[in-house]
């Protein structure tokens, strides 16, 4: 390359030019990208309330459909979003692995399977970018839980990379994915972005893939390594690493001109492919008709003792249960989505459909959110009198304490603020002077309702206080973190006061956020509302007895589920554990929903009458239940995690790195269901398990040649639907292979997902053949010597199932080197 101004062009492409786009480079007809975080919805900038959006089903909950037609069109219609808020490459889907049910990002994940994973994960990229707009696989690789995820160095052996945690990635590639993400963490000693076995030798050489490799958010560590790895472009901008410093390499020696081309004809190919994105807005009941059938077809039934669901047409209902009216709809992560004010939750969902049947609503258990909203009350915005929420203003705090008149105002509707690089008024986090603070006061007035105590909640990355009519009543909050402020902003200590108030006299509420200048980002977190009444269970309880049926709704809060944390117990909050406990005493006829995107603990399974397991459904969680309990829609899920007896009985039950950073995969390819196998331990629910309404029965089943040659076989089932209702059912391959004494391998999955097939029956009686293509890669193995796969010569056991411990038929077949496959007598 000898044009110098070209090579700066060219370098400028690697480098984002702010916190959501690249640059433009018109020279070479490359149009400026949007990159616009997901996967449960499209992002807007802000990161807030104003940024109002759809909200899909979680990943755990997409993956929980078994149906790549369902997950598809999510696909499309967030597809269809994002081009029409002219969005070029959407931040998803997540296709790590929820390697232990701990971990706090869990709820993106599509399950414990890769074979699931990948399929799914697939399927959502497909219906993405059939709208023009690029997906963006993330976070390439091993980084399946958040304690310590900026740091962290995965020791993982090639076997155990490749057969389990590169496997959905590679159905991403395969699938034609346009664009992937390098994840925080390190593998064997690298880390991701600057990792040339992950991003050179896998992406590109093994698997001929031609999309952009960007890193995580401030997920870069140098130029040279991270270019000379394969990273096409670093995120966000301004450029630190790549940009001008790429330029800057090529002219000293260290890097090729060649690398630097290489990753500007990426990101040119990437700008061509998005730039005939199209953006028609189906009408708004199409979209809610998609979320809302696709939440239905992620609840799972886990249990359905003497068919109490659906709900008989004269049952009387008490609803029970702090989740009924506070749902967790989604995760507290940086992609979480502001709701429109259409959305209903089950409570008013279910009074809609059912009317005067439901004789009660008793929450019975505080919801124990970790910053409970100060919106029930009703706050006023202190300068704006009659306007619903906060006043904000943005001040500047000289050397000598002194505070400016404020430097700009906004009235907000939200108890959580962020903001990146820059405050209004403020501005740039980097600009304020040595010794100067920026200052941020929200403001509001409220009356209460009721005498009492009322605890207010504050949290935030500089030092905040609360004061009550212009009183100093409390202090708290924490210093971000310079190498995670994500994970300060997210999860920092949180500090509860109590205050008592009187009914019907207005006070001024005021928090204060101080902080110094320089890092990413700050924010602040506040809250609070009036203590819990000691009476709750009691009350419900008695509802419950007065009722038919009894509905405990029960869960986690949004912001259980984070970045850069992970989960230290999986069971249920104490209060709501007991809460179920003393329902299902109380009427044998309850049916517990649980609102968890993570194989919880369900001690209490045995004595509720129904469970169903509903994750963070998205925005239409509380219509599609109501018509899942009715019987109007059937509940299609099966469980793309196992649910264990004991939080122990897990395969990995601790996520935190060693002293010196480490993080070994030490169960090698014995994840989720494949370790249960192993230790042939029983777990509560097994992988795969899910109940319907509907009567299908199971005929023959059938495994022979794939006439067309391009699969290595197909197998099936014939079902039979008994007349009455539509319904749905999952026919489930697993490949076993038999082995003695003498040819066990240690560590080898005794049964692995290798095909899937979500099936709808008709309500009347019918035969419905089921067939399912094999590959031969999913009878294969790493060969780390070879460095290639190579098929895994010998017998098998081909197994049709309705979950992988409902085993209806097995096959058992040869295999020779050659990858072909010969059926043997029907065992």
Excluded at 99 to 119: I, K, Q, W
Excluded at 508 to 521: L, N, P, Q, V, Y
Aim: glycine share 10%.
């Amino acid at each position: 390359m000898n044009d110098p101004d070209n090579l700066d062009l060219l370098a400028r492409l690697t480098a984002g030019a702010d916190m959501q786009t690249t640059h433009r480079v018109p020279e070479h007809h490359v149009r400026a990208l949007r990159l616009i975080d997901g996967p449960m919805g499209v992002t807007g900038g802000l990161l807030d309330e104003r940024d109002v959006s759809l909200l899909a089903p979680c990943g755990t909950a997409l993956a929980a459909t078994f149906n790549r037609a369902t997950v598809e069109a999510v696909g499309e219609l967030l597809g269809e979003q994002a081009a029409a808020r002219d969005v070029d490459v959407l931040l998803g889907p997540n296709l790590n692995l929820s390697r232990s049910p701990a971990g706090g990002r869990n709820f993106e994940h599509f399950g414990e399977d890769p074979y699931l994973a990948g399929v799914l994960g697939a399927a959502w990229i497909t219906g993405v970018q059939s709208k023009g707009v690029a997906a963006c696989a993330k976070h390439l690789v091993c980084n399946d839980t958040e304690k310590g995820r900026h740091g962290y160095d995965v020791q993982i052996n090639e076997q155990t990379l490749h057969e389990v945690y590169l496997a959905p990635f590679a159905a991403a590639a395969r699938a034609g994915v346009w664009a992937m993400m390098a994840a925080y963490n390190k593998v064997n000693g690298r880390h991701c972005a600057e990792h040339p076995g992950l991003l050179t030798r896998v992406l590109r050489e093994q698997w001929d893939w031609d999309g952009v490799v960007m890193s995580d958010w401030f997920g870069t560590h140098s130029t040279t390594g991270s270019l000379t790895a394969g990273l096409d472009l670093e995120m966000p901008g301004p450029a630190r690493h790549l940009g001008p410093a790429a330029a800057a390499a090529v002219r000293a020696g260290d890097v090729t001109a060649s690398t630097v081309e290489r990753a500007a004809e990426r990101l040119a190919l990437l700008s061509r492919r998005t730039a005939g994105r199209t953006a028609p807005t189906p009408p708004a009941a199409e979209t809610r008709r998609v979320l809302h059938e696709a939440a239905a077809d992620s609840f799972v039934l886990l249990k359905n003792d003497r068919a109490i669901l659906p709900l008989a047409a004269d049952t009387t209902v008490a609803v029970i249960g702090p989740h009924a009216d506070q749902p967790a709809y989604q995760g507290g992560t940086f992609a979480r989505i502001a709701l429109g004010p259409e959305v209903r939750t089950p409570l008013a969902a279910l009074r809609q459909a059912l009317g005067p049947r439901v004789t009660a609503h008793e929450p019975g258990a505080p919801s124990e959110s970790r910053v409970p909203s100060l919106l029930p009350l009703g706050p006023q915005a202190a300068d704006s009198p009659g306007a619903p929420g906060f006043t904000v203003t943005y001040h500047r705090v000289d050397t000598d304490g002194a505070v400016s008149e404020p430097l700009a105002t906004d009235t907000r509707a939200t108890g959580i603020l962020v903001w990146f690089t820059e405050l209004p008024g403020i501005g740039a986090l980097a600009d304020l002077p040595p010794g100067s603070n920026g200052l941020v006061r929200v403001s509001c007035l409220l009356t209460p309702e009721t005498d009492g105590t009322y605890d207010f909640h504050f949290a935030g990355t500089g030092d905040v206080r609360l004061l009550i009519d212009g009183q100093e009543t409390g202090r708290g909050g924490s210093r971000a973190l310079a190498a995670d402020v994500m994970g300060a902003l997210l999860h920092g200590d949180v500090t509860r006061v109590p205050v008592d108030l009187a009914a019907g006299r207005p006070v001024r509420i005021d928090f204060e956020m101080s902080f110094t200048g320089g890092g990413r980002a700050q924010g602040m977190q506040f809250g609070g509302g009036a203590v819990v009444p000691a009476d709750l269970a009691e009350r419900a309880v008695r509802a419950a007895r007065a009722a038919d049926t009894a509905i405990v709704f029960a869960g986690v809060s949004q912001d259980s589920s984070l970045e850069s944390q992970d989960r230290n117990s999986l069971a249920l909050p104490a209060a709501q554990t007991k809460l179920i406990e003393q329902v299902c005493a109380a009427n044998p006829r309850t049916v517990v929903v649980v609102n968890a995107p993570f194989a919880a603990d369900m001690p209490w399974a045995d004595r509720a009458a129904a469970v169903l397991l509903i994750w963070f459904p998205g925005q239409e969680y509380g219509p599609a239940l109501a018509d899942v309990l009715t019987g109007v829609l059937e509940p299609g899920g099966r469980l793309p995690v196992t649910l264990a007896r004991a939080d122990t009985d897990h395969a990995v039950t601790s996520t935190t790195p060693s002293d010196d950073g480490r993080l070994t995969y030490t169960e090698g390819v014995l994840t989720g269901y494949r370790h249960f196998d192993a230790l042939h331990t029983t777990p509560r629910f097994c992988f795969g398990h899910g109940l319907g309404y509907a009567d299908v029965r199971w005929r023959a089943a059938h495994l022979h040649a794939d006439p067309t040659g391009r699969y290595l076989a197909l197998a099936g089932v014939t079902l039979e639907s008994g007349a009455g209702r539509v319904g749905k059912e999952v026919v489930q391959v697993y490949a076993a292979p038999i082995t003695d004494i003498n040819t066990a391998e240690p560590g080898r999955p005794q049964q692995h997902l290798v095909g899937f097939a979500a099936v709808h029956v008709s309500p009347v009686s019918t035969e419905l053949r089921v067939d399912i293509p094999l590959n031969l890669q999913d009878f294969s193995m790493w060969d780390t010597r070879a460095g290639s796969w190579q098929p895994r010569a010998g017998r098998w056991e081909i197994r049709l199932a309705r979950s992988s411990r409902d085993i209806f038929q097995r096959f058992r077949v040869y295999i020779d080197r050659a990858g072909n496959l010969l059926t043997g007598p029907t065992g």
